[in-house]
């Protein structure tokens, strides 16, 4: 079975740094992993994602360029989000995506519970 577990979510002020993990175990052959955020009322979207390629190459949402990296430690099984500079628009239920699967849900297959970040100003 494959299980996400996201942890390292919490409050922060404006300005701030939260660092998310998620450890996954049960994957295999997966290309691609992602993080994405869903505030109250609105949309889930990605916000980064990272292939499994030779130079690991990432992607991420305009609003975060320069704030966020994401990364992984393949001997860990686990992805990390680094957030620095975060703003109170950051505030977001944020998720872990493994595994691209077209045919499901925001074309990810297997998912975590998410993991809670609120920013005040």
């Known amino acids: 079975q494959v299980h996400l577990v996201e942890s390292g979510g919490g409050s922060v002020q404006a300005g701030g740094s939260l660092r998310l993990s998620c450890t996954t175990s049960?994957?295999?052959?997966?290309?691609?992993m992602a993080w994405f955020r869903q505030a109250p009322g609105l949309e889930r979207g990605e916000v980064a994602h990272?292939?499994?390629?030779?130079?690991?190459?990432?992607s991420y949402v305009d609003s975060v360029k320069g704030r966020f990296t994401i990364s992984k430690d393949n001997a860990k099984n686990t992805l990390f989000l680094q957030m620095n500079s975060l703003k109170p628009e950051d505030t977001a239920r944020y998720y872990c995506?493994?595994?691209?699967?077209?045919?499901?849900?925001?074309?990810?297959?297997?998912w975590g519970q998410g993991t809670q970040v609120t920013v005040s100003s």
């Open positions: 995506a493994a595994c691209r699967m077209y045919s499901r849900p925001y074309g990810y297959g297997y």
């Open positions: 049960g994957l295999s052959n997966c290309r691609r």
């Open positions: 990272i292939d499994s390629d030779s130079d690991g190459s990432a």
